[in-house]
Nanobody
Framework: QVQLVESGGGLVQTGGSLRLSCVSS???????MGWFRQAPGKEREFVGA????????YYTDSAQGRFTISKDNTKNTLYLQMNSLKPEDTAVYYC????????????????WGKGTLVTVSS
């Protein structure tokens, strides 16, 4: 079993930045990892992910150019740097890990964190 613990959420004004962290109880070296979010009353939404094969990243259109995913294998930690935040970015952000891939639907992902709340005020 893998434990994922997110942190770094909080309240920020429009245009501000936050960096989320996700610490894994297992090495990240051979896992795909990603971030999803769920706003109140809405379905879970893919944010971005990093492939374990080549370290390449991919993002949803709304995150492209504003958010950056990175990881530090020495710390077993995945990051989500979020810049130019907007009120519509308000959501609980979840870290996800899978030995194969992170589908944008989120279906079949093996491990999930419990989430960290990000609130962007207007």
């Amino acid at each position: 079993q893998v434990q994922l613990v997110e942190s770094g959420g909080g309240l920020v004004q429009t245009g501000g930045s936050l960096r989320l962290s996700c610490v894994s109880s297992r090495s990240l070296s051979n896992y795909a990892m990603g971030w999803f979010r769920q706003a109140p009353g809405k379905e879970r939404e893919f944010v971005g992910a990093i492939r374990w094969t080549d370290g390449g990243t991919y993002y949803t259109d709304s995150a492209q150019g504003r958010f950056t995913i990175s990881k530090d294998n020495t710390k077993n930690t995945l990051y989500l740097q979020m810049n130019s935040l907007k009120p519509e970015d308000t959501a609980v952000y979840y870290c996800a890990l899978d030995p194969i891939r992170i589908p944008t639907t989120g279906d079949g992902i093996r491990y999930w964190g419990k989430g960290t709340l990000v609130t962007v005020s207007s």
